[in-house]
């Protein structure tokens, strides 16, 4: 099951364009963000040449003009991280995988100044950009991965005396909820508008008819997996990334 929740994670946060190689998906999206830009070995022929798969999907992101990202994940072929590390690629941002297994205990929010919208459309992309500071390149990025997926979505922004505070995405296969850009505002940090907002998330989920959850989240955001770990999200597996020339 962990395998396939990691095929979920490339579902519900797309690529542009996905290079199918020996098994390996290299994924193209204009350089934003490291999840669709990277290479996944997933799938890997028994009799590969390792080294000579490193160079063919090096050579695909040079003429994408991209940085070379492989994702590193417990379903790699033996020996990836390792030839990675001895080509002087650097490793970044240390991440875990976290489950919630059972959405019937979720408790209800008490903020109830939510907007939930299953289209994407302009307004929440612009409150996704006040409150990360995304670049409009990047949103821009993001409505194109976003407007073409066949995965259904929730789109949520949760409010503070009509000022919007905090934002997300989840995405449903399966019965399985996907958290995405899960973001606070930087001056309503601390006041629980997190949990508020996941809280609303999770019964939105439940209400369509998912049974568990997973997200994705940097080890070393504290404050993150803090208001996860609270939830009773627990780690499954981890990941990280090799990268050589890092734009991002």
């Known amino acids: 099951m962990h395998k396939r929740i990691e095929e979920l994670t490339l579902n519900a946060w797309p690529a542009l364009q996905t290079v199918v190689h020996h098994g390996w998906l290299l994924r193209f999206a204009d350089g934003y963000t490291k999840r669709a830009n990277s290479i996944n070995a997933l799938y890997s022929e028994q009799s590969m040449d390792l080294h000579a798969q490193i160079l063919q999907c090096e050579k695909y992101y040079a003429q994408a003009g991209l940085d070379v990202i492989f994702k590193i994940t417990p379903f790699n072929p033996p020996g990836l991280d390792s030839a990675l590390d001895g080509l002087g690629y650097s490793l970044l941002e240390p ?14 929010p ?3 100044e ?6 994407l459309d302009e307004r929440w992309l612009t409150i996704l950009g006040e409150i990360t500071g995304l670049p409009d390149k990047n949103l821009a990025i993001t409505r194109k ?4 997926s066949v995965i259904p979505y929730g789109f949520f ?15 449903i296969e399966e019965g399985i909820l996907g958290l995405y850009d899960i973001a606070v505002l930087p001056s309503s940090r601390n006041r629980g508008f997190g949990k508020q907002l996941m809280l609303h998330i999770l019964q939105w989920a439940k209400a369509k008819g998912a049974s568990s959850s ?4 940097v080890q070393h955001n504290v404050p993150a997996n803090r208001l996860y770990d609270g939830l009773q999200y627990k780690e499954i ?10 734009r991002d």
């Open 95 to 108: 991440s875990s995988v976290k489950v919630l297994d059972d959405l019937n205990d979720i408790a209800i």
């Open 110 to 112: 008490t903020h109830d």
């Open 114 to 119: 939510i907007l939930i919208q299953e289209h």
């Open 145 to 148: 991965l976003l407007s073409q």
């Open 157 to 171: 922004t949760l409010y503070d005396q009509s000022k919007p505070v905090a934002c997300g995405i989840g995405s």
């Open 214 to 217: 997973y997200l994705q989240v």
């Open 237 to 246: 597996y981890t990941y990280w990334y090799r990268c050589k020339n890092v």
